[in-house]
């Protein structure tokens, strides 16, 4: 079969066609090779001076490698995201410049092509540091193994900046910002927190004699990462008026469906004893509650106004109306799927996990952990419950609804804080009760502060709760606006 | 092809940029899209072209609607809009190659399309270029090879003459009689209505996101025509009194059902004795004297009852050097319909 440029995605010619008309490329390239041969004659010119001091040259094969991957990291830095970055701002900046309004291509067709130059462009560099690789590797002190994975690991953080280059690139210029700092809020304190607790509650506690799971959970939790930036880039791709958030609703659903396979390929590592039943239905429950989170995250940032075009795909038909409701574009449907996997991660905890004291058990963590992670999609809940209460009470239109719940994530913990400090004056805590008013640093805690965990995951729920219901009347009024115009 | 907007109806807040428009046109026709500023036609054609979505009402491109399906909309649309294309380190074959290839065109197809339209453009010498270097006519004849690329039935363009030198401006004119004579509808919006009136079959005015005229442009003229008497009455003819000479204004006649037809007339001298001539006529509605040399005579009547009138003057020794029909022009017409406000 000939193969013609008809095959490739139209946006990945035209991005390698940008790429090597800038002057940014030659630029590179040109620094990318002189600083690996820079890096190979002074690693030459002090062999003589380690020879002669009688020290081995194994040292030399590392120092290069690293120079190789640390210029093959600035240069695509460089020219995968900073380069990419600012074209697909500029070519966003304009919506009626912005290709993706008005030509026939799919959004996921741009992203694809946008995609695919910037792994191009990664392959292309990285071709380009291989004879350094090899000659790394014939300097001695560097395994084919260790070689491997740190070109993995250089790949998989190219996929990473690649992605974040794209989101931050197809977000615009206008809202840049308040939603980079919206996400640093969000997450900031959620992240760590989760790679440090899963870190020190379930991995070292559980003894796990090599290092394959938490390479397993890394993996695992990077790509989740990588493809929700993925999809949250294909809804700001797609145009405001679509249904733009159907593909990240999916992929939570099909996070939360397709994590048993994790849990049962994990109970399947060599050397890791793990329960079958009770790993499958612990990473079920721990992406019920990530899904529920992103949910809630991505309702921050949503409309609640249902348009025309989203109405013209709904069924008619009431049960798939129901269903079209929680995949829409809108606040409401985004939260009533959010609440859907909290219930669901609440029955397994109620139902199958076992008590306190039974946290050494078969079960990789006890109900109190699980109560704890529980807790964090009940905040993410409770915050953007608020947000859009607040937004739509008070008539908020000039401003975006996930500014109101960025202020809602500042403000709420200060009043738990306030709130848990006037109930409990007195009774003499440790300064752990600060904790309280945020559920993102709940999974640090150590033991001793176990009562003011249940003080906390009790809280969370309670108020997500309360919020719920203040925010019902305005989720019922999205899901009756969302109709099909032949029903009107 | 047939164009049909149907109530359409947009609003930003509380402020209703599209208030409830309806119009329609067809293939082959070159339909101006007029208006003072913000009176809403940028975004009339943004939804037009599936970048914005309306409130209510919809658009349909025989029997497309542009809300259920945006996609097919997109391939029968060339949208040009008034901003200038700006991608960086792209040569101009390889921006329109890149468009050309967002549509689907592949092999010998996309080469020869290609060719065609950069030598209807008038782009072949140029294609080497960049596109950041070009000249803002150069961008606009881009813009429209980019609009054109896809072999769209329906071309949409806001202000493309916009900034043009007047060269430049003629050429593209030219160019969109040549695509209303391939059978391509076009909406063009612009502020040129004298170069508007030479190239379109209709015209929409719109105001403050009203519609306050549409259809094909002789009748908006006749219509404005009539407009006009029943709008602005005229002075009425001074009728002598008896005592001998008072040519005192009587109030305005009432308002004419039949339109009508205005000639001006060019004259020698004696302007007084052809006004007296020409009052005799009982068709003769009023005359104004705008000079001494030139009258103009609002004559009830068909372009038959003309050459009589004339033939009387003439034969009445009258000096006339020359006469001509007097019409209305777009410009002519805007002004008496909008009233300038803004919203």
């Known amino acids: 079969m000939k193969i013609t440029s008809d095959s490739f995605n139209p946006v990945l010619i035209k991005e390698l066609r940008q790429h090597f008309h800038g002057k940014l490329f030659l630029i590179t390239m040109g620094l990318l090779l002189f600083a690996q041969l820079a890096t190979v004659f002074i690693l030459y010119a002090n062999m003589e001076t380690a020879l002669a001091n009688n020290h081995t040259i194994e040292a030399m094969g590392p120092a290069l490698f690293t120079a190789s991957l640390v210029t093959f990291g600035i240069a695509c830095v460089l020219l995968c995201c900073i380069s990419s970055l600012s074209r697909f701002m500029q070519e966003r900046i304009n919506p009626e410049l912005d290709f993706s309004r008005f030509c026939a291509m799919s959004p996921l067709q741009i992203l694809w ?33 260790n070689i491997a994975l740190g070109v993995a690991f250089a790949i998989i953080g190219t996929l990473f900046a690649i992605q974040v280059a794209l989101f931050i690139g197809s977000i615009g210029q206008k809202n840049l910002i308040g939603i980079l700092v919206f996400i640093a809020l969000w997450g900031s304190g959620g992240i760590a927190s989760l790679v ?3 870190a020190s509650r379930f991995l070292y506690r559980s003894a796990i004699p090599n290092f394959i799971l938490p390479l397993c959970l890394f993996l695992f939790l990077a790509f989740v990462v990588i493809g929700f930036i993925f999809v949250l880039n294909l809804a700001l791709l797609s145009a405001p008026f679509a249904n733009r958030t159907m593909p990240a609703r999916i992929y939570t659903i099909a996070l939360a469906l397709l994590s048993p396979t994790f849990g049962f390929c994990v109970c399947h590592v060599p050397k890791i004893p793990m329960p079958m039943t009770e790993t499958i239905v612990t990473t079920f429950f721990i992406a019920c509650v990530i899904s529920s989170c992103l949910c809630s995250f991505i309702a921050a940032f949503e409309r609640s106004v249902i348009g025309p075009r989203v109405q013209h795909q709904c069924p008619q038909q009431p049960l798939k109306r129901l269903g079209f409701f929680l995949i829409s574009s809108g606040s409401g449907g985004g939260i009533t799927l959010a609440w859907i996997f909290q219930l669901i991660a609440l029955a397994i905890v109620l139902c199958l996990f076992p008590t306190r004291g039974a946290a050494y058990s078969s079960w990789p963590m006890s109900k109190v952990d699980a109560f704890t992670i529980l807790s964090f999609g009940f905040a993410s809940l409770l915050y953007t419950e608020i947000g859009l209460c607040i937004h739509k009470r008070f008539n908020m239109m000039p401003f975006p609804a996930w500014l109101t719940t960025a202020v809602i994530i500042c403000f709420i913990p200060l009043l738990l804080f306030a709130f848990a400090s006037f109930t409990y004056e007195g009774k003499g805590y440790d300064f752990s009760h600060l904790l309280i008013t945020t559920p993102f640093f709940l999974i640090a805690l150590n033991d001793n ?21 203040f925010a019902l009347p305005y989720i019922f009024k999205q899901y009756l606006s969302l109709r099909h115009p032949s029903n009107s | 092809m047939k164009i049909k907007i149907e109530h359409l109806i947009r609003r930003f807040g509380k402020k209703n940029a599209v208030n409830d428009i309806s119009f329609e046109f067809e293939s082959g026709n070159i339909f101006g899209f007029i208006g003072p500023n913000g009176a809403g036609k940028t975004t009339t054609i943004k939804i037009m072209a599936t970048l914005d979505q309306p409130t209510a009402g919809d658009v349909f491109f025989d029997d497309i609607s542009t809300i259920a399906y945006p996609e097919k909309v997109r391939r029968i649309v060339g949208y040009m809009p008034d901003s200038l294309p700006a991608f960086t380190d792209i040569k101009v074959w390889e921006y329109l190659d890149f468009y050309a290839r967002a549509f689907g065109l592949k092999g010998e197809t996309r080469r020869k399309t290609l060719a065609d339209v950069e030598a209807f453009t008038n782009l072949t010498g140029i294609r080497e270029k960049f596109l950041s270097t070009l000249s803002k006519g150069m961008k606009q004849r881009v813009s429209l090879a980019r609009a054109l690329v896809h072999n769209p039935q329906v071309l949409i363009m806001d202000e ?23 059978g391509k509808a076009i909406l063009l919006s612009s502020h040129i209505l004298s170069e508007l009136q030479d190239i379109c079959d209709g015209a929409v005015i719109i105001e403050q996101g009203r519609l306050l005229a549409s259809g094909p442009l002789d009748h908006l003229l006749e219509s404005a025509v009539q407009n006009r008497l029943a709008s602005t009455p005229p002075m009425a003819i001074p009728q002598p009194t008896a005592e001998g000479g008072g040519a005192a204004p009587t109030p305005p006649p009432l308002v004419m059902a039949s339109p009508l037809i205005a000639i001006t007339i060019r004259i020698l001298r004696d302007a007084e004795q052809v006004r007296l001539k020409l009052m005799e006529h009982p068709s003769v509605k009023q005359i104004d004297i705008n000079s001494p040399l030139e009258l103009v005579v609002q004559f009830d ?13 003439f034969a009445a020794g009258c000096p006339i050097v020359g006469f001509s029909k007097q019409s209305l022009g777009l410009e002519d017409v805007f002004m008496r319909i909008t009233t300038g406000e803004v919203q």
């Open chain 1, 113 to 145: 092509g946008k995609m695919t130059s910037c792994y191009a462009i990664a392959i292309y560099l990285l071709s380009l540091c291989l004879p350094f690789l090899v000659i790394a590797y014939f300097l001695r002190g560097l395994s084919i193994i």
């Open chain 1, 196 to 198: 440090a607790g899963f």
């Open chain 1, 449 to 469: 502060s176990l009562e003011i965990t249940d003080i906390v995951c009790w809280f969370e729920p309670f108020f997500a709760l309360v919020a719920f219901g």
């Open chain 2, 160 to 182: 493309p003459a916009a900034g043009l030198d007047p060269r430049a401006r003629i050429e593209l004119l030219s160019l969109l009689k040549i695509l209303a004579e391939q």
């Open chain 2, 301 to 313: 009547g068909t372009d038959e009852d003309i050459p009589p009138l004339m033939a009387s003057l």
